[in-house]
């Protein structure tokens, strides 16, 4: 049997917590000096395992809060585990958070080629695809303003043009099929297209079960963490909409993606006792 491209082993991302919210930094350091603080554990992965192989789609599904995104973010090197391995083999493409790394400072086509070196991406190979980036996000006119000028839509439109013109043949997903107007979706969704025919692997976290049942093969469904079913498509959709009708909550749809930066994830720790 053929190595997985991406595989997961009994992952964990724990964090610690204070047990009550502590309003002001003056509190929180007067708390710490008088050992007066307590923690507890957050797992926003607990023991979670599964295997892609080459040139399939696995979707993710969940409600809010289910460690989605957090699975792609380990999947994508940016969130190390605290507890299992995440396994990697191939040249990743990751769509996870559109505009992470760009500056505001520098203008769209600076930032090109400083966001393509943040993906690995030699300035020679930024320079031979910088027409066709250009020409997908639709901002021509724009490309030599500064970044500050651009509305968050264009910064969203010029992530996602830079990370998906690239050669690789693993692609992650976080949402990214409500990037822009319509027209521009469409554009996305035949872009993704053609990975997938082009047998590029997919990691592909969203709460469109539509999009999820259309693309993939596989699915994994994670709950507050844990891996509660994996399998075929069709079957674990049915599995996860059968469980939120039963508990009364309907799967929420996230907030569309406007190209607004994301907050950063909270940093993991080791769990124990706080000093």
């Given at each position: 049997m053929a190595e997985p491209v991406v595989e997961f082993r009994d992952v964990t991302v724990a964090y610690r917590v204070p047990d009550r919210r502590i309003p002001t930094l003056k509190e929180w350091v007067v708390r710490r000096l008088t050992s007066r603080i307590r923690w507890h554990e957050r797992r926003a992965l607990d023991h979670v395992s599964?295997?892609?192989?080459?040139?399939?789609?696995?979707?993710?599904?969940?409600?809010n809060g289910a460690g989605k995104s957090t699975l792609l973010r380990v999947a994508g090197g940016i969130l190390p585990p605290t507890g299992g391995q995440a396994l990697v083999r191939g040249r990743l493409a990751p769509i996870i958070e559109l505009g992470t790394g760009f500056e505001?400072?520098?203008?769209?086509?600076e930032n090109v080629f400083f966001s393509g070196a943040l993906l690995g991406r030699s300035r020679a190979e930024m320079a031979a695809r910088f027409a066709e980036i250009v020409d997908f996000s639709g901002l021509a006119e724009s490309i030599e303003a500064p970044l500050r000028t651009y509305s968050t839509g264009m910064v969203a439109r010029l992530a996602f043009a830079v990370a998906t013109a690239v050669d690789a043949n693993i692609l992650l997903l976080d949402e990214v099929l409500a990037v822009g107007d319509e027209a521009f979706r469409r554009k996305c969704q035949e872009r993704i297209s053609s990975f997938r025919d082009r047998g590029v692997t997919i990691l592909f976290v969203s709460h469109d079960l539509d999009a999820v049942r259309s693309m993939?093969?596989?699915?994994?469904?994670?709950?507050?963490?844990?891996?509660?079913?994996?399998?075929?498509?069709?079957?674990?959709?049915?599995?996860?909409l059968e469980f939120s009708a039963s508990v009364g909550a309907c799967p929420e749809p996230e907030p569309a993606i406007d190209g607004g930066l994301p907050p950063e994830p909270a940093r993991p720790v080791e769990t124990g006792p706080a000093p």
């Open positions: 599964f295997r892609l192989e080459g040139g399939s789609a696995l979707g993710v599904i969940g409600a505001l400072e520098l203008s769209g086509r993939c093969d596989r699915a994994i469904w994670l709950d507050r963490g844990v891996l509660r079913a994996s399998g075929d498509t069709g079957e674990v959709v049915a599995r996860y």
